[in-house]
């Protein structure tokens, strides 16, 4: 009585055949796959730029890693000048000294 009847899957443009009487999905044809176009010099060239960006990175890093050694090296070196000047003129009273 009724046809089987096609229907298109907004989605993916897949194609369904479908029966009524049936009430199933006789068949399913996917998308018309588009080839991918993939140029391979230019991935190249991407991962050649993504190695560059990475060098950048670590060079970056490490300067800010020995500026702040330098940072922490001259902080104690002055904090070890001021203890060794104070050494002598403030020594802290202790209950066994009164």
């Known amino acids: 009585m009724w046809d089987p009847f096609e229907v298109t899957c907004p989605c993916c443009q897949g194609v369904l055949t479908i029966d009524p009487q049936r009430k199933a999905v006789l068949s399913h044809r ?3 796959s588009k ?3 993939f140029d391979l010099t230019s991935e ?3 991962l050649k730029q993504s190695g560059a ?3 950048q ?7 800010g890693h020995r500026r ?3 940072t ?5 070196d002055d ?5 060794k000047d104070e050494e002598d003129s403030a020594r802290p009273v202790r209950d066994i000294d009164l």
């Open 30 to 32: 996917g998308p018309a």
């Open 35 to 37: 080839a991918a176009s």
């Open 44 to 46: 190249v060239e991407k």
């Open 53 to 55: 960006q990475r060098e």
């Open 57 to 63: 990175q670590f060079a970056d890093a490490l300067a």
């Open 68 to 70: 702040h050694q330098e």
């Open 72 to 76: 922490l090296s001259r902080r104690f």
């Open 79 to 83: 904090l070890f000048r001021k203890a």
